[in-house]
């Protein structure tokens, strides 16, 4: 299980490093360059909106099914072609509730026609989802590694003839690069299609509402999780751009900082992927066998993102820059938001092993609280501070979430505290910011920090040399 994780973690890992990064750097944010800080917020802002909203697209079925697919492969089989067309009665009850909630918020005809575009990307993204939920269910890690890249290339692919072939004559608008978006997400749900049907029982498609609404019962607890976490996380980008008097601006300013953010989720999610199909089977066959993964897996995400969230702080104004055409106004939100990317670490980690565990009554009630404490603190600090105080909220908010997850496991699972860990944790903290002091004036201080970062993964074992000669010797 060790092996399995690590292999195919490496291969999602590589393929992510090769292609988010520039899809996201390289295409999203010269589009946000092209039409401008307010244009790009307003978009920003819509696309938060039916993020939150996607929640009544999947009702939980995608967490759901990686579990059951897990522990009961040869029955989860049969769920496909019932479930994906309920799933399209789910988008018709999505978008309607999407435009009156849209309506109600007081946007205006333009910004409903965008969020209407948006509302069918989240279904071709959720789709998709769920097709890759079976690839986990099923081990099928390759599968899912592809799925997880394929329409971040082919945005890479037309946005850029788009964006840097003037011969083709498109004059960038965030309508278009929705439309483009459009395409790259209908074509991995295609290709996803293709992959899986042939490991699935016949007939792919079939209505079957009782079955599908008994489904859906048993995965409501899940569902609810997943709207109350998208409320806590997703929410500030809503509520900066209704309540700030300049909020399309803000909201563009803290997308900058957010893109970053967004970026390493991304990777953090991997490991949740590929952690959740694990956890439940372990769970299910002996729980002491988690202390070993979990450990590993928490080293990994753990010291890898301590490493890059310290660099990026300290070096913001210089990161920022090279991405942006006017980036200095984004610094103070960007380095409070990759302050709390170590708290959606720590989630990712135990969030994960919770819901494993089926405890979600307890992850509920923590993501209530939480979605609490965001809208109150952001209500008072965004009309004040714009940018900066959401992204202060935002780490406010995950440092809550995840200090009451981890005690919570500690307890469950009788884990621990592994003191001599913790003591590397903040050596590497500590030796990371004396070195920026260091070489401060120096014109190499970011590669100086990346190499010595790297050498501080291994020589505080963080990452082992042992474990990846096993690793690349086994695979």
Known sequence: MQRVFFS???????????????????????????VGAAEYGLYFSLLNFSVILNMLLDL???NYTVKSIAQNPEEAKTYFGKIISFRVLLFGFYILSALIFALFVGYNSYQLYLLGLLG?????????????????????????????????TLLIIFGSA????????????????????????????????????KHIEKPFFKWNFPFSFSIVKKSIPYALLVVLMLLYTRVDGVMLERIHPNGAYESGIYAQGFRLLDALFMFGMIFANLLFPMFSKQLKESRESIVELLSNAGNLLMGGSIVIVFIAITNGYYLLNLVYDHASEAVPAFQWLMLSFLSI???????????????????NISSFFGIIINVIVNYYLIPIYGAPGAAFTAFITQTFISIIQFVYCLRLFEIKINWKLVLRYVILICTLLLIRYLFKKSDYVLLIQISSGTVLLFLLSFIQINNLKSLLIKT
Not at 170 to 193: D, H, R
Not at 349 to 358: K, Y
Request: aromatic share 16%; proline share 2%; charged share 10%.
């Open 345 to 363: 670490c720590l989630n990712f980690i135990f969030g994960t092993l919770l819901t494993a565990n089926g405890n979600l009554r307890f992850l």
């Open 60 to 62: 939980g079925i995608n």
């Open 162 to 197: 788009i964006l840097f072939v003037p011969q083709f004559g498109f004059k960038i608008s965030i309508e278009l690069f929705i439309w483009v978006q459009m395409l790259c997400y209908g074509i991995t749900l295609l290709v996803a299609l293709i992959l899986l049907l």
């Open 8 to 34: 195919n973690l490496v291969l999602m890992i590589f393929l992510n490093l090769l292609i988010k990064p520039l899809a996201l750097f390289g295409i999203d944010a010269t589009v946000q360059n092209r």
């Open 120 to 152: 069918i990307n989240q279904f071709l993204i959720m789709t998709t989802a769920y097709c890759r939920s079976h690839f986990s269910g099923f081990h099928f890690f390759k599968y899912d590694a592809l799925m997880s890249v394929l329409d971040r």
